[in-house]
């Protein structure tokens, strides 16, 4: 007989195994919290602390800490919404955005748990279906997807036609540098037409990034 203890998610009674952990408590219960590092037997170092969530009111990673008899676990709130954000933000702030080259675009779980919680950071780059030689910009098209928020599951570039950003810019200086740079300027793409493109919808755009498509360098 397998021994198991009572929890409580979210006012929900279950009970699981005395070895189990938190989430899978969580996914019992019926209910999920957004992973990211999580990959069950595969790897367990809770590394990216995105699955917070509250037990007996101590925020603790729900991917490896243990279910405890009668123990309260919440797993929404301002306070682990706030913890979660936070971490995302510093992930992306060092993660090397070049989306238009990953092996992983339009299949990213970064890009799901940055949509779940509300954060910029991702261009559309990282949910468009075209891949190498397929991707407009290969082909010289002025396409602003690596420009881009994500969120839009790349609608434009689905169909053949050009990203014209109509989601809005992201403001990291990094991603454009790196697509001026690095991929406008090796596919030959007319920066002028770039620029031409930006103005349709970002007539706002801070001198100090549009300046880096006009001048290929930093802002």
């Not at 070895?19 to 990211?36: C, H, T, Y």
């Not at 559309?124 to 891949?131: G, K």
């Not at 990094?174 to 930006?198: F, H, P, Q, S």
Request: aromatic share 8%; proline share 6%.
């Amino acid at each position: 007989m397998v021994d198991t203890v009572r929890v409580y998610v979210n006012g929900v009674q279950v009970e699981v195994p005395r070895n189990a952990f938190v989430i899978d408590a969580v996914e019992k219960a019926g209910f999920r919290v957004p992973v990211l590092c999580y990959l069950e037997g595969l790897f367990e170092e809770a590394t990216c602390r995105i699955c917070v969530v509250l037990v007996n009111g101590r925020v603790v990673p729900s991917c490896r800490f243990p279910v405890s008899e009668e123990a309260k676990i919440v797993t929404e709130g301002d306070e682990l919404t706030r913890y979660r954000r936070t971490n995302l933000e510093l992930l992306l702030s060092t993660h090397r955005v070049k989306c238009w080259s990953c092996i992983r675009k339009s299949n990213c779980s970064l890009l799901e748990v940055s949509k779940q919680l509300g954060i910029e950071g991702l261009p559309v780059c990282s949910e468009c279906p075209l891949i190498g030689d397929e991707c407009l910009i290969t082909k010289g098209e002025p396409c602003l997807g690596p420009l881009t928020v994500a969120g839009c599951s790349a609608e434009c570039p689905r169909y053949g036609a050009p990203c014209v950003g109509c989601r809005g810019y992201l403001s990291d200086p990094r991603i454009w540098e790196d697509a001026t740079v690095e991929l406008y300027r090796k596919y030959r793409v007319d920066v002028k037409e770039i620029e031409a493109t930006m103005k349709f919808f970002w007539s706002n755009l801070p001198e100090r990034l549009r300046e880096v498509v006009t001048k290929g360098g930093k802002p």
